[in-house]
C-alpha cells in the first residue's frame, strides 16, 4: 500500500474504509522496523500505544462517527515533547530512564483526537545543535543520501516523515529546527508564529 501522500489524503482513505485505521498503522510500524536502522530516526517505538488508538479509531468509523483532521494519522513526535508513561529523554544519557508523569500540552491535544504515536524520534541533545549528529542514540540519517546529515535539532522528525516512517511528526523549532531538517530531507517544515 502507498502511504506516502498528504495527511489528507489518508483521512479520505480511512473514513471512505478504504483501509483501516488498524491496517494504516502495520504499515508505517513495518515500515520503521525495516528502515529505521539504516536512518536511525526513531530512538523509541511505541507499537502497543499506536495500535490500541487504532483500534479505538476503527471503532468509531464502524460506528459512523466523523473523524477529526489528525485523528487516526501515524505519526511520530521528537524526543523532547513529554508524554506521560513513555520514555522521553531529549536524546540525553542524562536522561536515560526518565518517564514523564505528564503530557506536554501539544500532545495532550493531539493524544485527545486519537492521534497515533508511532514512537518518539531522533533529535540534537537538547536540542542544541543544527546536524542532528549530537545525540546520545547516534546521528539521524538523511531518507534523501543517507551518507549525510538529517539536519536539526529535529533531524529525526524529517527523517522518519520523507524516509515514510511516519504520515507527519512534531518536532520543536527556536532557531530553525523544524525548517533546517525540513528543507535538508526535502520537506516542508512550520514554525507557528
Not at 176 to 189: K, L, N, Q, T
Request: hydrophobic share 35%; glycine share 12%.
Amino acid at each position: 500500500m502507498k502511504t506516502h501522500g498528504t495527511v489528507a489524503r489518508l483521512h479520505g482513505m480511512l473514513e471512505s474504509r478504504k483501509i483501516s485505521c488498524t491496517e494504516l498503522t502495520k504499515v508505517y510500524l513495518s515500515a520503521v522496523g525495516r528502515d529505521n536502522a539504516a536512518l536511525n530516526a526513531y530512538v523509541k517505538t511505541t507499537p502497543e500505544t499506536a495500535l490500541e488508538t487504532a483500534r479505538r479509531v476503527d471503532e468509531k468509523i464502524a460506528a459512523g462517527q466523523p473523524l477529526a483532521p489528525l485523528e487516526g494519522i501515524p505519526m511520530t513526535l521528537k524526543d523532547n515533547i513529554s508524554t506521560k508513561g513513555i520514555e522521553t529523554t531529549c536524546c540525553s544519557r542524562m536522561l536515560r530512564g526518565y518517564v514523564p508523569i505528564y503530557d506536554a500540552t501539544v500532545w495532550k491535544i493531539l493524544k485527545g483526537q486519537n492521534a497515533v504515536l508511532l514512537g518518539k524520534t531522533n533529535m540534537d541533545e537538547f536540542a542544541m545543535g543544527s546536524t542532528c549528529e549530537n545525540s546520545c542514540f547516534g546521528g539521524a540519517g538523511n531518507p534523501r543520501d543517507p551518507g549525510r546529515v538529517a539536519g536539526g535539532s529535529s533531524g529525526g522528525v524529517a527523517a522518519a516523515v520523507v524516509g515514510n516512517l511516519a504520515a507527519y511528526g512534531l518536532g520543536s523549532d527556536t532557531g530553525g529546527s523544524i525548517r533546517e531538517p525540513a528543507s535538508f530531507c526535502g520537506a516542508v517544515g512550520f514554525k507557528p508564529t
